[in-house]
Every structure is written in structure tokens, then in C-alpha cells.
């Protein structure tokens, strides 16, 4: 049996590719977050990005980021980065997935 289909008036949709485009959220989180279909809000995410191909996100919707959490993720990426310098590529007898 199949379920009626559903209807979205355009300020729902609006504010749901606002999340994706404002966060770090992925389609399938956002979409799983507001009860839709991930294909539905991809649908609505690709239709967006065509009426308005030079459209960015607004540093205000983005929302701030306190100077020591940027501190924080500056010295993370640093720290994993000089990780995989050190360990350098896989040994291939290790990890033959990656030869």
C-alpha cells in the first residue's frame, strides 16, 4: 500500500536548503532531521543551485566561530597532519586495499 504523497509549501523548503547550505550538515542528516526523503531535499538543493548559480552562503547564516574553537582546529590539522607525514603511505604487505 502506498502512502499519499506529501506536499512542502515553499518557505519549508527554502529553510531546509538553507540548513544544508548554512551548516556542516549533510543532505542525508538535514533530510533525516526534518522527516524528508534525502532525494526529496537533494531534488530542492539542485533546483535552488540553478536559479541561483553565483549564490553563496550569507557569512551570518554560517554562524560565528569562537576564536579559540579555530585555534582548536588549527592545531588539530596540524597535529594530524604531521601524524600521516610520519607515517607516511601504507606498507602494501600491511594493507594490500591500498597497493
Known amino acids: 500500500m502506498t502512502t499519499p504523497r506529501r506536499k512542502y509549501d515553499a518557505a519549508f523548503r527554502e529553510d531546509a536548503v538553507r540548513l544544508v ?3 556542516n550538515r549533510s543532505v542525508k542528516q ?12 537533494g531534488n ?3 533546483r535552488h543551485r540553478e536559479r541561483r548559480p553565483n549564490a553563496s552562503v550569507a557569512p551570518e547564516d554560517r554562524g560565528p566561530v569562537a576564536w579559540d574553537e579555530h585555534q582548536k582546529a588549527l ?3 596540524e ?3 604531521a601524524e600521516v607525514e610520519f607515517l607516511g603511505y601504507p606498507d ?7 597497493s
Open 30 to 41: 538535514v533530510a533525516e532531521e526534518i522527516g524528508v526523503k534525502e532525494s526529496t531535499l
Open 21 to 23: 547550505l548554512s551548516t
Open 92 to 98: 602494501s604487505r600491511i594493507m594490500p586495499m591500498f
Open 75 to 77: 592545531a588539530e590539522n
Open 79 to 81: 597535529r594530524l597532519r
Open 44 to 46: 530542492w538543493l539542485h
